[in-house]
């Protein structure tokens, strides 16, 4: 997996990601979308994490993929991410700490 990070003298910056699949992932995402609409949150950035989504989301099951500029800052270390882009309702996760450790 290879990410593009920001510019050092004019270059990008490459950075080498692992990622290991958990066993039995395909199945379950295979199983669970022929009931339910599958939504995929992630607070990683969509030019990083779409690569990911792309490798475990080859038959696009997933109905919407939010990254984290689909969260609303709630105080300093929480966050949370809001929508009613889907069609059967609103939903709303909260997460206690902060998305970006800078």
Known sequence: ??????????KPKI???TVFERPGLLEF?????EFSDLVMFTAGL????????DRIDMDNQ?????????TVSTSGTSNAIC????QHGVFCI??????SRK
């Open 15 to 17: 950075n080498l990601v």
């Open 94 to 99: 909260t997460s206690g700490r902060p998305l």
């Open 46 to 53: 969509e030019g990083y994490a779409k690569q990911l989504v």
């Open 83 to 86: 929508t009613n882009r889907m």
């Open 1 to 10: 997996m290879v990410e593009q990070g920001e510019e050092c003298e004019g």
């Open 29 to 33: 995402l295979k199983q669970i979308g």
């Open 62 to 70: 997933f109905k919407l993929l939010l990254y984290r500029p689909s």
